[in-house]
């Protein structure tokens, strides 16, 4: 059974880098046609896409975040992270990792379904 | 990107059918067949019920079924039971590898 579990610093101060990482046990990073995800739900709202990443490499965003996220994925630990920066009280919120099942060929797309989430951790942007 | 938009709440009767709508554009919802719906108990891992727009996955109820029309989805619960008493979000492919949300609907058994 897979299993995602997302660490980092629960307080983060404005202005700053938010960092998680996301360790993933009971499966590998480089299963075709799987990407990973962030995903947050700041408090009292919906839940947000922040971006995918694919074993391959390639990787999407947001564009309302405008270039502030990063993923990357660390296969030797079979593990992916997100770096946040220039922070503020709005990015405070409960960030989730996922497994999404999705991919395009000629044109075509397929799933694109998230189905495995991690518990999720609350990151507080506060001084 | 905007938010795809659901009633903000719905309820229904044990037994009752419930519909939960989720309306997108024609750039997300209305050009691709790749909605999915997510079942949120707080404090939980959401949990997908619903994906590429009518499939279900394996161990989910009979009771949960999903539905397109233009750049609206749906997501159906029939036999309401006390244990569907939770938050629901859509989400849908936008193109370009990117996805785009829904802002939720809590959905009360009365």
């Known amino acids: 059974q897979l299993q995602l579990q997302e660490s980092g610093p629960g307080l983060v101060k404005p202005s700053g880098t938010l960092s998680l990482t996301c360790a993933v046990s009971g499966g590998s990073l480089s299963s075709n046609n799987y990407f990973w995800a962030w995903i947050r739900q700041p408090p009292g709202k919906g839940l947000e896409w922040i971006g995918s990443i694919y074993y391959s490499g390639g990787t999407y965003y947001n564009p309302s975040l405008k270039s502030r996220a990063t993923i990357s994925v660390d296969t030797s630990n079979n593990q992916f992270s997100l770096k946040l920066n220039s922070v503020t009280a709005a990015d405070t919120a409960v960030f989730y990792c996922?497994?999404?099942?999705?991919?395009?060929?000629?044109?075509?797309?397929?799933?694109?379904?998230?189905?495995?989430w991690g518990q999720g951790t609350l990151v507080t942007v506060s001084s | 990107q905007s938010a795809l938009t659901q009633p903000a709440s719905v309820s229904g009767s044990p037994g009752q059918s419930i519909t939960i709508s989720c309306t997108g554009t024609?750039?997300?919802?209305?050009?691709?067949?790749?909605v999915s719906w997510y079942q949120h108990h707080p404090g939980k891992a959401p949990k997908v019920m619903i994906y590429?727009?009518?499939k279900r996955p394996s161990g989910v109820s009979d009771r949960f079924s999903g539905s397109k029309s233009g750049n609206t989805a749906s997501l159906t619960i029939s036999g309401l039971q006390a244990e569907d008493e939770a938050d629901y979000y859509c989400c849908s492919y936008a193109g370009s590898t990117t996805l785009v949300f829904g802002g939720g609907t809590k959905l009360t058994v009365l």
């Open positions: 996922a497994r999404g099942e999705g991919y395009c060929s000629g044109g075509d797309c397929w799933g694109f379904y998230f189905d495995y």
């Open positions: 024609s750039s997300d919802v209305g050009s691709f067949n790749l």
């Open positions: 590429e727009g009518t």
